[in-house]
C-alpha cells in the first residue's frame, strides 16, 4: 500500500490565491521529505528539501517566499504556493524514505491556476 | 552538480520485442538509482531500485543493471506487450546527508499490437 499520500489530488484555484498542499508519510517517520515539480511533457525538478523543525532548502531558482514549505511534525510537511499564478499550473508530486533505501513518492497534487 | 540523460527521448516498437532503456549520470558519487514508470496524467510507480553497492536487479519482464563506474544503467524490458506503453524515467539518489535525487528527462515508450 501507498507509504506516501498527498492531499489535494486535484485543486483548481483562481489567479492570486494561495494553495497549500499536504504531504504525509504513512508508515515511517520522515526528517526529510522532497518537493518536485512537473511541468507537462518535462520531467521532475527539485524545488525544495523540507526539514523537520528548520528551515526548508530550496533548489536555486525557486522562491522560498513564494512555495512555503513547512515540516512541523515527522509525518507531515506542507507546500503552499503563495499567490499562485497561471504560470505555477503544475503536477506536484513529494517524497520520502529513508536515506540510502528505497524514496517513495506520493501520488501527486495536480495544479490549475485559472 | 549531478546531471542525468536518458537516451532515447521517445521509443516505438512492436509488441513482442525486447528493447533496452539507457540512463546516464555524471557524478558516481550515488546511493541508488532507482526506475519508475509514469503514465500520461499519473504519478510514479517505482520499478526497480538498485543499490550503489548493486550490479543489477530483476523484476518479472524487467532487468535493471548499473556500472556506477562508468555511470551509467539499463531497463531492459523483455517481451514487451502494449500495456508497457508509457514514459519511463531514471531517478539517481546522491551521496549526501539529504539524499535528494535527480530525474533524467524519460524515454517514452509506445509499443504497438
Known amino acids: 500500500g501507498a507509504v506516501v499520500s498527498q492531499h489535494p489530488s486535484r485543486v483548481i484555484c483562481k489567479s492570486g490565491t494561495s494553495v497549500k498542499i499536504e504531504c504525509r508519510s504513512l508508515d515511517f517517520q520522515a526528517t526529510t521529505m522532497f518537493w518536485y515539480r512537473q511541468f507537462p511533457k518535462q520531467s521532475l525538478m527539485l524545488m525544495a528539501t523540507s526539514n523537520e523543525g528548520s528551515k526548508a532548502t530550496y533548489e536555486q531558482g525557486v522562491e522560498k517566499d513564494k512555495f512555503l514549505i513547512n515540516h512541523a511534525s515527522l509525518t507531515l510537511s506542507t507546500l503552499t504556493v503563495t499567490s499562485a499564478h497561471p504560470e505555477d499550473s503544475s503536477f506536484y508530486i513529494c517524497s520520502s524514505g529513508q536515506i540510502e533505501a528505497e524514496q517513495y513518492f506520493g501520488p501527486g497534487t495536480r495544479l490549475t491556476v485559472t | 552538480k549531478q546531471e542525468v540523460t536518458q537516451i532515447p527521448a521517445a521509443l516505438s516498437v512492436p509488441e513482442g520485442e525486447n528493447l533496452v532503456l539507457n540512463c546516464s549520470f555524471t557524478d558516481s558519487a550515488i546511493y541508488n538509482l532507482q526506475w519508475f514508470r509514469q503514465d500520461p496524467g499519473k504519478g510514479l510507480t517505482s520499478l526497480l531500485l538498485i543499490q550503489s553497492s548493486q550490479r543489477e536487479q530483476t523484476s518479472g519482464r524487467l532487468n535493471a543493471s548499473l556500472d556506477k563506474s562508468s555511470g551509467r544503467s539499463t531497463l531492459y524490458i523483455a517481451a514487451s506487450q502494449p500495456g508497457d506503453s508509457a514514459t519511463y524515467l531514471c531517478?539517481?539518489?546522491?551521496?549526501?546527508?539529504?539524499?535528494?535525487?535527480?530525474f533524467g528527462d524519460g524515454t517514452t515508450l509506445t509499443v504497438k499490437p
Open positions: 531517478a539517481v539518489r546522491i551521496n549526501t546527508n539529504a539524499g535528494k535525487s535527480t
